[in-house]
């Protein structure tokens, strides 16, 4: 093993714990490791920033500034009344709204879909009877599988088909993912629409229909004169009003003490979590009050819910400041938090992807609010501006669709021309739609292509070909294919699909050079199996959405992705053999 050799291991390891961990900004990693990787001599200087103008970048670029335009278009909100006006069966739900979201991310990123599909979901469970559990999870399942079908439908796809191209001069078709990525899609959908209802069944969560929707919330609220809390001992909170305290303020001072030894009086304020119906019945008896009445007589006032989406601006950020939403007269009434940890007031909780906030105020400002921090409202937004005509958005990338699928232009000259179009148009605000880009992932998927090259460049990957070989015979290229689509599918429930593209796409090319086959195929397992991700709640932002907006625990990911999982690598295993070998 070469100096080189070692260092990239010990490079990509390390690059690898720290994005699992979450506990540094991945651009920070990325670039942090794109330096690392110059120091150590693995790639020339002007390499380094090689990866930001890459055909790949460019167009996961482009398609990001697309998916704001037709995501606002809302041209699918009318569903969820169609679908309470047919009455369809759950299993016909489910199977619909996955079929309707994995379409939609044939032709942009997973995240993209699946937000577009969230809230008519909500909607359709409330309008309907279906327990939210049972049609988020599917959902954000089903946007993962339709990026499997098409060379955007995920940036691992694109990834990989530049390695083919530099491999071998030709890069993958828009549709080549389709002959495996289409049944397997299918397959998967048709087993989550039959199982899901019964992996998670309706007992383990109240029907969505019941208004409001029941989500454990936490809230800081002050007790009137009167109220039936005043006298009571906090230990007792949780039996008597079905409310955990955190903590108790009394004239601007915390106290202190064991909770059984701690009484609540009258004029205490008291921060505490539960369910949320629970907060509403004792509001409603004026047990619990707002510190401050909020806008609650005027005309327009808005209750609302919205989570914080992978690329808001409030990730990281404490209550207290959140700007955004105090200047133009939004409360926070409450926050669903992933975090277990509750610390100091209410205005000392910090906001984290996934978090849902119930925001109160003038409808127009909370709208607006929303859209200048990136949180997705989960109920239908009074001031929300859509798009007048929703067709033409959509007319013209189905025309950029075709213009790259046929062959005439590159994916990234055909999306360009898109872009261009509904810019003239007066569809798509450039200057305005670039500073809402989730710049972290574009800037990680850039610094990451260097990295990836030197994988390739510095001899790694024959070196990780011949280790494996010694265990599995990669000279079959059914094991070959088998191994390199269970190690993708093992590292993608802790690192992103782009990165374990990168990482993986040099070692599938060596496969494929011992086993004197073509490499198509074990970058098609290499693709699929990146984005095969069912496992956890934290591999993909989709899932870690959907836990939160579906109050899911981690063992219901693997309650119901497992099998999921099983059956599509099978199915993968067994189509890429058919087809590609």
Request: glycine content about 6%.
């Amino acid at each position: 093993m070469t100096f080189e050799q070692a260092s990239l291991l010990i490079l990509l390891s390390a690059m690898l714990i720290l994005f699992s961990l979450d506990r540094v900004r991945i651009e920070v990693v990325a670039i942090g490791g794109l330096l690392a990787g110059y120091v150590l001599g693995l790639y020339r200087a002007d390499q380094v920033f090689a990866g930001f103008a890459s055909p790949v970048v460019i167009t996961v670029i482009e398609i990001l500034l697309i998916v704001q335009v037709l995501a606002h278009a809302k041209l699918f909100d009318s569903l969820s009344v169609r679908f309470a006006a047919i009455g369809l069966s759950g299993f016909a739900v489910i199977a619909s709204l996955s079929v309707i979201t994995g379409f939609i991310s044939i032709f942009m990123n997973n995240i993209g879909a699946f937000a577009i599909m969230l809230p008519v979901a909500i909607r359709i469970s409330a309008a309907m009877n279906i327990p939210q559990r049972q049609l988020i999870m599917p959902l954000s399942f089903a946007a993962l599988l339709g990026g499997l079908i098409s060379l955007i439908g995920t940036p691992a796809n694109l990834l990989v088909s530049d390695a083919l191209a530099k491999a071998t001069g030709a890069g993958f078709h828009f549709f080549d993912f389709a002959y495996v990525g289409l049944p397997v899609a299918i397959a998967g959908i048709l087993l989550m629409a039959a199982f899901v209802p019964l992996l998670l069944p309706e007992a383990d969560d109240p029907p969505a229909a019941a208004p409001p929707a029941r989500r454990r919330i936490v809230t800081e609220r002050r007790i009137p004169e009167g109220s039936p809390l005043a006298g009571v001992r906090l230990l007792d909170c949780p039996r008597l009003f079905e409310i955990q305290p955190h903590a108790l303020i009394r004239s601007g001072q915390f106290v202190f003490g064991p909770l059984d030894q701690s009484t609540i009086a009258a004029g205490d304020t008291l921060l505490a979590e539960g369910a949320d119906t629970v907060f509403a019945d004792l509001a409603a008896s004026a047990a619990l009050v707002p510190e401050i009445d909020v806008n609650g007589l005027q005309p327009d006032f808005t209750r609302i819910e919205a989570v914080v989406m992978p690329e808001s601006t409030l990730v990281g950020s404490r209550i207290r400041s959140l700007e955004v939403f105090k200047s133009r007269n939004v409360a926070i009434a409450a926050l669903s938090m992933r975090s277990p940890r509750i610390e100091g007031r209410f205005e000392d909780l910090q906001l984290s992807i996934g978090d849902i906030l119930v925001l109160e105020g003038p409808a127009e400002a909370v709208a607006e609010a929303l859209e200048e921090c990136e949180c997705l409202p989960l109920a239908s937004q009074p001031a929300g501006e859509a798009v007048s005509n929703a067709w033409p958005p959509f007319v013209i990338f189905a025309a950029g669709v075709l213009l790259s699928a046929a062959g005439p232009a590159r994916p990234e000259i055909a999306f360009a021309a898109v872009v261009l179009a509904l810019a003239l148009m007066g569809y798509l605000n450039i200057r305005q739609a670039m500073a809402d880009i989730n710049w972290p992932i574009v800037i990680m998927l850039a610094a990451m292509i260097p990295i990836g090259s030197a994988v390739a460049t510095t001899g790694t990957a024959e070196m990780i070909a011949d280790w494996l070989s010694l265990f599995v015979p990669i000279s079959m290229p059914l094991a070959g294919i088998a191994l390199l689509l269970f190690i993708a599918m093992a590292l993608t429930p802790f690192v992103n699909n782009a990165t374990v593209a990168i990482v993986l796409s040099p070692v599938a090319l060596e496969f494929a050079e011992v086993a004197h086959h073509a490499p198509a195929a074990y970058l098609i397992a290499v693709a699929a199996g990146a984005s095969l991700d069912f496992l956890t709640p934290f591999g993909h932002h989709n899932n870690t959405l959907a836990m939160s907006i579906g109050s899911y625990r981690v063992s219901d990911f693997l309650r119901a992705g497992s099998p999921l999982a099983v059956a599509s690598y099978l199915l993968t295993v067994l189509l890429v053999a058919l087809i590609w070998l």
